[in-house]
Structures are given as C-alpha cells and as structure tokens.
C-alpha cells in the first residue's frame, strides 16, 4: 500500500494521524495519507511566515522567482506521466483528461514565471510641485489556498503560480478526498530549489484542518475553491484573522443552442460540456437551453450519442466516462434525479447508477420541459447529468439563462454574429464561450458571481490580487517646512 507523506518548512513527515484513501473505480484501499491536525497547520503557518520574511525569499529579485518558476514548470512536465497516473488512481478521472490537463499545467507556471519580473508600479502625476509620488506592489504575504479534488493540479496551479509570482508564501491544503496527486507535486516543488518554506502541503479534514488554517491569525489571504457552503464557513473563518478572501465557486452553467446551429458540432461541444470529466467540472453546461425549433433532432442526436459514451476503469486510454469520485456524489446524484422526476422532469437517457463495483453513473439526460421547478435546473450535481428545457425567443433564453443564483461560465452557440453580441452582454455570467466550450488557457482570467464566488484566477489580474499596493510620497523640497497645522 503507498505512503504519502506532508510537506512543511521543506521537511516530509507523516502527519498528526492517518486516513485511507480508496479507488473510486473499485472501492479498494489503495493508500494511506497524512492527516494534519491543529499542530500541523501551524507549524505549516509558522514555516510560511518565515519563509516570507528570509532574506533568500525576501530579497530574492522577480526575475529570480521567475526562474525557479521556470524550473518547477520543466519538472512538472517531466514527471506529468505519474502525476496523471495518481490522479486518475486516487480521483477516478479518466486517464485521457488527467494526462493532458496536467501537460498544461505546466504552461500556467511558465506563464506567471514570465510574469514575476513584470509586475509593474505606477508613477502619479501629483498636484504637489515639491514632491514625487509613486506606488510600489508588494506581496500579501501567508497565503492559504484550500483546493478540491477535482482538476486540483489546474486549482492549485492557478493560486501557486501567481501567489509565488508575486512574492508570497503559501500553505496548500489538499482535499481530503484523493490528495495524493498533490502531496506527490510537493516532492517535485521540493527538487526546484525553492528555499523552505515558501510552499508547504498539508491534507485534513474540515473542523481539525481546513478550519484552524483559514482562521489562523498568520494567514493574510485565503484562496479557495470548492462549494457555496464550505465558502460560508471559509468567510466567517476570516473574520478571525481579517484575511482578503477570493473564492472560486461552483455552478450551474447554461448551454444555450439557437436554431440555426450545426447540429453535430454543438451536439459534441455540450457531450464535452458535461459528460468530460464524468460532470465533475465547476464549468460543467448542466443546462441545455435550446430552441423548441431543433430542440427533438437535437435531443434524439445526443441521446444517441450519450448511450454510445464508453464507460469503464478510467486507466484505459479508450475510457470516455470513468467513476464518480466519492460515495456522497453518488447518493446526492440518485436522490436529485429521483427528486426531479417527482417534479416532473423526464429521464430521455440514464438515470440509474451502474451495477457491480465501483461509483459509475451513466451519463443522463432530463428533459425539464415539463418541470420548471425540477431540482436539477437549480442544484450542482458534479456529475454527468444534463438538464433540458426549450425556448422560442432569444428573451426566453436569456431569461432561462438568466435563472440561477450561480454565474461562473456559459456557452452561446449560434451563427448570428450580433445575436452573439447580445447574449455576450445579457448573460450574467464570468465566462461566456460562444461556439465553444470548456476552453482555458493561463492568459484569460477565470472566475464568476453570485453562488459562484469572487475574485479572478488565470492571467495578469490573478498575479496582481496576490499584491497590496504601497504608496511613497517623496518631498523634493530644501525648503523649511511651513505651517506644520496645515495638511499638506
């Protein structure tokens, strides 16, 4: 059985306690992890804090930073095979996803390692002719990034990268389910050359681990992703220590399909939309939106394609859909199914889990046509169940789009150019891809609203979040000072 082990103040040690991790494909015990504690995180803390006030991370120049980025990205890519192969082991995500998803996470380290010695200051042109004013940025400090399970070397890359970047200190927690891709990314950060203590890895549970950490008075900003209810707790957590908080939350993103679509082509943009990655995506297109016109052809088009998906052990490189990661997802996506067929909705495809071992659940397909209040129109499910409802005008799709407490992603495909415009500025919505779908890239910001939190990661804006800004007034003057009752 393996062993994995925490990560603090550039020393592996085994945690306050244990825990078991299971294979979601098989509902075997496959490793045992480190359990931090109280104790754990603030040593993790204490080692973070100094880390960030050493003069070998202090002093160190952005293009330094830079280049230890730099470094971390090459080994990142040189060891993507076994990253991708824990992934899939301890996740249950298919080993197609996981093997291309961890390939490009190195390009969002070499993006903010390009990045370090390019965050800039200001000059301002002040109203005072005896004085120079500028501002400096400066890091935040002790940053706690709390991370899921799902896609968590893209989520920590994403608050890794530009924290670093920035100059900061981070304590990481894993999720407790599945963090084994994680604490293994801890051996690879600890052979780039970073001084100790400037990332540390930690993995627990919530009132033991993820509370102390977000409440801890050494901690200066909290990024986390994860659920709306968790983020609840997270914010009162910060009233604690005062810390800046930005929250990457989840959704229940629409897929809006006008009339005058090609039918196949969107078809595989909204089998990608939701049924990639088992459903389990924050970005997922859970609801499709589409015109009562083509709404049948379209329908018959993806149920078809839904039953042909290939269900099976997710390291078989031919494996589309691979398990659910966790008991509970299982039990909430039974029980929000059977809640909405109560409600009305109707199952065109799937709708029951899989028999025999493992958390498989097909990928399905409510019509809500019938059901406006089904559950499912309003509740994530994270994992591959896709809800339909139709509409004959473009103010009815807005409006559907529209109906949601979330606002983190959404697709528009049409092939009217200006109808595109419109929808673009009426979604309320973080992310809008049109004609497209589940598209990334280090350089665009990504984050939402409402349900789905606050505060950006990904591109310039993420680096900037991890600075505070400095402003220095410098009296050019020889004069005396006049009048020291006067503001100046």
């Given at each position: ?8 103040g ?6 306050s ?6 294979d979601?494909a098989?509902g ?36 330094a930073?830079?280049?230890l980025l ?14 991708a ?25 070499r ?19 005896d004085?120079?004013v500028?501002?400096?940025?400066e ?11 799902n896609s ?10 530009p924290a670093l ?6 304590v ?5 389910e599945?963090?084994?891709p994680?604490?293994?990314?801890a ?12 990332l540390n ?9 993820g509370?102390?950490l ?22 009162r957590?910060?009233a ?18 006008f ?5 196949d082509?969107?078809v ?6 939701i ?15 589409i015109?009562?016109q ?7 088009s993806?149920?078809?394609?839904a039953?042909?998906?290939?269900i099976?052990?997710?390291q078989?490189a ?15 996506a039974?029980?929000?199914?059977a809640?909405?067929?109560?409600a009305?909705?109707r ?7 899989l028999?025999?071992e ?20 309003r509740?994530e499910f ?18 559907l789009?529209n109906d ?8 528009v ?15 309320r ?12 890239s280090?350089?665009a ?12 990661e990904g ?8 600075t ?10 020889d004069?005396?000072?006049p009048?020291?009752?006067v503001?100046?």
């Amino acid at each position: 059985m393996q062993q994995f082990q925490q990560y603090i103040g550039g020393v592996f040690s085994d945690g306050s306690a244990r825990f078991e991790s299971r294979d979601p494909a098989t509902g075997e015990v496959w490793a045992m992890m480190p359990e931090a504690r109280a104790p754990d995180v603030d040593a993790a803390v204490a080692a973070a804090r100094a880390a960030f006030h050493a003069p070998d991370w202090a002093d160190m120049t952005a293009t330094a930073r830079g280049k230890l980025l730099y470094r971390l990205a090459d080994l990142i890519a040189e060891n993507a095979e076994t990253l991708a192969q824990l992934e899939t082991r301890d996740t249950g995500k298919i080993i197609r996803e996981t093997s291309a998803q961890i390939a490009y996470v190195a390009d969002y380290y070499r993006y903010y390692a390009g990045l370090a010695d390019k965050i800039e200051g200001a000059h301002l042109p002040i109203d005072k002719p005896d004085m120079e004013v500028w501002l400096r940025r400066e890091p935040l400090g002790v940053v706690a990034a709390v991370v899921p399970w799902n896609s968590q070397l893209f989520l920590a890359a994403v608050k890794i990268g530009p924290a670093l970047a920035a100059g900061c200190t981070v304590v990481l927690k894993a999720s407790e389910e599945a963090p084994a891709p994680l604490l293994e990314f801890a051996r690879i950060f600890d052979q780039a050359g970073f001084p100790a203590g400037v990332l540390n890895v930690i993995t627990g549970f919530g009132a033991d681990c993820g509370a102390v950490l977000t409440a801890h008075p050494g901690i200066d900003h909290i990024a986390f992703t994860g659920g709306p209810d968790t983020a609840r707790h997270v914010v009162r957590n910060s009233a604690e220590n005062l810390a800046s908080t930005s929250l990457e939350l989840g959704g229940k993103s629409p897929f809006i399909v006008f009339e005058d679509v090609d039918i196949d082509s969107t078809v595989n943009a909204q089998v990608s939309a939701i049924f990639a990655a088992t459903g389990q995506s924050c970005v997922a297109g859970s609801r499709l939106i589409i015109s009562n016109q083509i709404k049948d052809v379209f329908l018959h088009s993806l149920k078809g394609k839904a039953e042909r998906v290939r269900i099976g052990a997710p390291q078989m490189a031919e494996t589309e859909v691979g398990p659910l990661c966790t008991d509970a997802q299982m039990r909430r996506a039974v029980e929000l199914v059977a809640a909405s067929l109560a409600a009305g909705a109707r199952i065109v495809t799937g709708g029951q889990p899989l028999e025999g071992e493992g958390n498989f659940f097909p990928p399905t397909i409510l019509d809500c046509s019938s059901a406006p209040d089904a559950p499912c129109l309003r509740e994530e499910f994270f994992g591959p169940v896709l809800s339909v409802c139709g509409f004959d005008t473009e103010a009815e799709a807005l409006a559907l789009a529209n109906d949601t407490a979330h606002g983190l992603a959404s697709g528009v495909f049409t092939r009217d150019l200006t109808r595109a415009h419109r929808m673009i500025r009426g979604i309320r919505a973080g992310i809008v891809w049109v004609n497209t779908y589940r598209a990334v890239s280090p350089i665009a910001p990504f984050g939402g609203q409402g349900l789905s939190g606050h505060g950006r990661e990904g591109g310039l804006q993420a680096a900037l979040d991890y600075t505070r800004v400095k402003t220095v007034w410098l009296r050019t003057s020889d004069e005396p000072i006049p009048d020291p009752f006067v503001m100046r």
